[in-house]
């Protein structure tokens, strides 16, 4: 009971920072059923989101008071482009799509908030996002699972 107890919380803990392309594939390499694959990545996922949210306010006033901001052009890069071309096309919604895949949940989240002060609001997005890339995940995670075992 208590190995079973250490593969469910390590699927979830990884869920809460990585969540496609990590707590999805463990959760699946472990064994789990399709329902409790997306379970518990959806429950990892979600407690991330949760807890980043929590966390970026407070982090946001530390940084600032420690480093306070200096006028300097900012740079482009390829991730930031593609931030703001979603950010422009799809709004909110958009950057919480490409949380779970693209992104990680602290960076996806932080970067919602940082765009849409609405707390609520971000974290019934990154939210729903991350119960439809639990679902998905597991969907296309269970079959390879069950191929590489073999």
């Known amino acids: 009971m208590s190995a079973k107890l250490a593969k469910v919380a390590s ?7 990585k969540h496609t392309l990590g707590g999805v594939p463990l959760a699946a390499g472990y064994g789990f059923s399709y329902w409790e694959v997306a379970g518990y990545t959806a ?6 989101v949760a ?12 940084i600032s008071k420690l480093f306070p901001r200096k006028k300097k052009p900012k740079k482009f890069n390829w991730r930031n482009r593609f931030i703001i071309k ?3 096309n799809f709004g909110l919604a958009g950057i919480a799509f490409i949380t779970p895949w693209f992104l ?10 940082g765009i849409y002060k609405d707390r609520k609001q971000v974290f019934l997005y990154q939210s729903a996002s991350i119960v439809l890339w ?4 597991a ?6 699972a069950q191929l590489l075992m073999r």
């Open 104 to 113: 990680s949940v602290p960076l996806g989240t932080i970067i919602s908030l």
């Open 139 to 144: 969907g296309l995670a269970q079959p390879i």
């Open 51 to 62: 807890f980043f949210l929590f966390l970026a306010s407070s982090f946001q006033a530390t």
């Open 86 to 88: 979603v950010k422009k």
């Open 11 to 17: 699927a979830i803990g990884l869920s809460t920072f």
């Open 43 to 48: 429950i990892g996922g979600i407690l991330g």
């Open 134 to 137: 639990s679902l998905l995940g």
